[in-house]
């Protein structure tokens, strides 16, 4: 037993050292949501539950006569690796209660397999320990694709969300384990996925907690570190930039409290949200003011989006003043200088409007 144990331990060291890694990460992940830390657990605890079952179902294959153990465990292994895809697919693209129909092929292959000893469905043994396919025994497999390709597709359908460099950070993300599965699959290098499963989680957890510290905390929209970058990154894409500043949040702040001007500023960036994508990313640059940067924009196109940004506040109890200048023949300083005198002049004809 202690021979067993041991060798489990020397052969999946680094394994078990990230999934210990991925547990103290988790226990000072400040900016995190429970939820996302609750699921990123899980999946650590299902990973090494599965290499655990592996490990003992490996070792029970040798035997002349069968052990019901091997039955239980097998199956087990069976049902436990397609769920474990779909837990991490979750840490990066939380599954909503529309989505609860992925659960389906889950429980329908889980049910399957575990009464496929009686019903010889699936793969069943006999009780000299040999292995039987039964008319489905290739479902696992299938089961176990079809979560490959969830994991995929939620996480890749994403990807306009992210700056081009973060895109292909999470494409390697997503692809690399996926390679790394199929490559063991078809070489019969080995069945047990827990180490490709346990860098995955590790990986998608960095890269969601990168992403929330990019992140203004207060409004979920990108923060002025972000923006400099991004200027200065992607200069050349950008063709204009856009400076917005909220209005009356002084009065906010003096009449109603701090509370009341940070729905405001949140209100505000909701508004402001509209229409993101990969052509335009808003970014709180201050306290209450905004940056956006459009790319392979028109002006048409910008006073368009700024028009449909003024009526969305319009349904609102807050007001901003908007200016952008078109990035052609500028340096950023200068762009950036003649958005915020075009956003002043704003300003300044609300508030001769409201007198």
Known sequence: ??????????????????????????????????????????????????????????????????????????????????????????????????????????????????????????????QDNSYQGGPLQFLPYFTFIFYLLVFIVRNLRNLRKYAMADRLVLIAIVLLPVAAVAVCFFTDITDDYSPIFASSILFCYLFFYIQLTKKDSLTGVMNRQCFVRDIDQSWQRITAVASVDMNG???????????????????????????????KQVYRVGGDEFGILYFEKTREDIEKDIGEMRAKLAETNYSCAFGFAMSEGLTSEDAMRLADHAMYEDKARIKSLEK
């Open 1 to 126: 037993m202690l021979a067993a144990i041991e060798h489990y331990i020397t052969s999946n060291l680094v394994m078990l050292a990230e999934l210990i890694v991925l547990l103290i990460l988790t226990g000072s992940g400040v900016q995190v949501k429970k939820q996302t830390l609750a699921v990123t657990r899980l999946a650590v605890l299902l990973v090494f539950l599965g290499s655990v079952i592996h490990a003992a179902e490996f070792v029970l294959r040798d035997g002349d006569v069968l052990n019901v153990w091997r039955v239980i465990l097998s199956y087990a292994n069976y049902a436990l690796q397609p769920f474990i895809i779909l837990v991490i697919s979750h840490v990066t693209a939380p599954i909503r209660k529309k989505h609860l129909w992925l659960l389906i092929p889950l429980v329908l292959n889980m049910i399957l397999c575990f009464t496929s000893q009686w019903t010889h469905l699936v793969v069943w043994y006999t």
């Open 249 to 279: 949040l002084k009065y906010l702040n003096d009449n109603f409290g701090h509370e009341a001007g940070d729905i405001g500023i949140r209100t505000i960036a909701e508004a402001l949200g509209i229409n993101t994508g990969s052509y």
